[in-house]
């Protein structure tokens, strides 16, 4: 069990830019979640895969923002024509059925 | 829909005294209830959960919680703070069913607990 791995981990990058987040689970884990942190807050969720379907989706993921899970292993995540606002750390997890999500070590964008 | 509130932006406690980090939820049913911890340029570490049975669960690194339904409240407790529990503490509720809006986690906003030596 090498935990949740994520990368990059910093990304800086200038409004209107496309950027993508890889996330790789706990091997043996079927759920795959997105998460997004802002200072001072908790993180809010994103988007959430059982295997490879997409099965929720959260008001905040706006359609510049798409998600996927090929195959049911890793996911990626997409921001298109970034914004300011998207500057945050995005935080993947995972889990076996319906037991505790475990945290990757998250990826801090900001959009300059 | 369900919510997590931490009254306490900041907890100081003295090292070697007991600690507690406050939670109160709101979800319909019995809650999954969840404590996560964070370190610094980190991402969340889980430390216990509560599902059902007993209202005292215990995790990781001697930490603690109670479950109280009348109250609706999920307290972490250690009975004796180590310097190197400073750290950010989320709390996190699930809804017990299956279905939409069942898979996330809803996180307070973190309690920063601060252990002097």
């Known amino acids: 069990d090498t935990g949740v791995s994520q990368n990059p981990r910093h990304k800086i990058t200038k409004r209107g830019q496309n950027v993508t987040f890889r996330c790789d689970p706990i091997?043996?884990?079927?759920?795959l979640y997105w998460y997004r942190q802002t200072l001072g807050q908790g993180p809010e969720f994103l988007t959430y895969f059982q295997n490879e379907a997409q099965l929720e989706k959260s008001r905040l993921l706006s359609d510049r923002f798409s998600a996927e899970r090929p195959k049911g292993s890793f996911s990626t995540l997409e921001i298109q024509r970034t914004e300011q606002g998207d500057s945050a750390m995005y935080l993947c997890?995972?889990?076996?059925?319906?037991?505790?999500?475990?945290f990757g070590p998250g990826t801090r964008l900001t959009v300059t | 829909a369900q919510s997590v509130a931490q009254p306490e932006d900041q907890v100081n406690v003295a090292e070697g005294n007991p600690l507690t980090v406050k939670c109160t939820y709101s979800?319909?049913?019995?809650?999954?209830l969840f404590w996560y911890v964070q370190y610094p340029n980190r991402g969340l570490q889980f430390l216990l959960k509560y599902i059902t049975g007993d209202n005292l669960v215990k995790g990781s690194y001697g930490f603690e919680a109670e479950f109280n339904k009348s109250q609706t409240s999920f307290h972490l407790k250690k009975p004796s703070a180590l310097v190197s529990d400073s750290a950010l503490y989320f709390c996190a509720v699930r809804a017990p069913y299956s279905g939409a809006g069942s898979y996330q986690l809803t996180f307070g906003k973190g309690t920063k607990l601060s252990v002097i030596p």
């Open positions: 091997s043996e884990h079927n759920r």
């Open positions: 997890a995972s889990s076996l059925a319906n037991n505790e999500q475990y």
């Open positions: 979800v319909s049913g019995n809650p999954y």
